[in-house]
């Protein structure tokens, strides 16, 4: 696969600085694990898992950039859970 990058920000501003580019390398290694996960059936499941714990309930969507960050939001939500199905079945009075 051969990548070609290039910077097109001078024909609409020729006086501004060139915008630097992206490693057509890690633009490869990008583009071979997307084709893996499309591939395995992997990106379907990561789809479904951020979609559990990325929306709020306001709709808007938590910024989850990091694995360790998701499995965080995933124990607060199971936790959350428990507290609130404790609740029902155990009101205080």
Same mark, same amino acid.
């Given at each position: 696969?051969?990548?070609?990058?290039?910077? &097109?920000?001078?024909?609409?501003?020729?006086?501004?600085?060139?915008?630097?580019?992206?490693?057509? &390398?890690?633009?490869?290694? &990008?583009?071979?694990?997307?084709?893996?996960?499309?591939?395995?059936g992997?990106?379907?499941?990561?789809?479904?898992?951020?979609?559990?714990?990325?929306?709020?309930?306001?709709?808007?969507?938590?910024?989850?950039?990091?694995?360790?960050?998701?499995?965080?939001?995933?124990?607060?939500k199971?936790?959350?859970?428990?507290?609130?199905?404790?609740?029902?079945?155990?009101?205080?009075?």
């Amino acid at each position: 696969m051969t990548i070609v990058l290039d910077d &097109h920000s001078r024909r609409t501003a020729p006086e501004s600085q060139p915008i630097p580019l992206p490693s057509p &390398h890690l633009i490869a290694i &990008h583009a071979a694990v997307a084709e893996i996960l499309e591939e395995s059936g992997a990106r379907i499941f990561l789809n479904r898992l951020l979609s559990l714990y990325m929306e709020r309930a306001d709709g808007t969507l938590l910024d989850l950039r990091y694995w360790s960050r998701m499995e965080f939001m995933a124990k607060l939500k199971d936790e959350y859970k428990a507290w609130v199905f404790g609740m029902l079945w155990n009101p205080r009075n």
